[in-house]
């Protein structure tokens, strides 16, 4: 089984930072890519940050200045650090990890279950 844990979630108020981190772990034959998307109420996920495995990273152009996407490749595990926060920002943020379980697997997205980030005065 792989799991997917997110961490760092939690109310700041706007300006300013909160660092969020994800570990993928479990049966990982190989991983292929690691990113973090938010879903804010009434609205789509989206993409935040991500990339693949010593790969260039790809930012949505909300967060660029903003947020840092990093990687521990040996660990499976990522990190987004936000600054600069917005309430617009406000979302659960989610990790997702595209890997193989096993070499015959087919590769595969696998979800954590998100932390939420509030940013309210």
Known sequence: QVQ???SGGGLVQPGGSLRLSCEASGSI????AMGWYRQAPGKQRELV??????GSIK???FVKGRFTFSRDNAKNTVYLQMNSLKPEDTAVYYCKAVLWARP???MSAYWGKGTLVTVSS
């Open 4 to 6: 997917v844990v997110e």
């Open 29 to 32: 034959f190989r991983l292929n």
């Open 49 to 54: 940050a991500g990339g693949t495995t010593g």
């Open 59 to 61: 930012y949505a152009d």
């Open 104 to 106: 015959e697997d087919p």
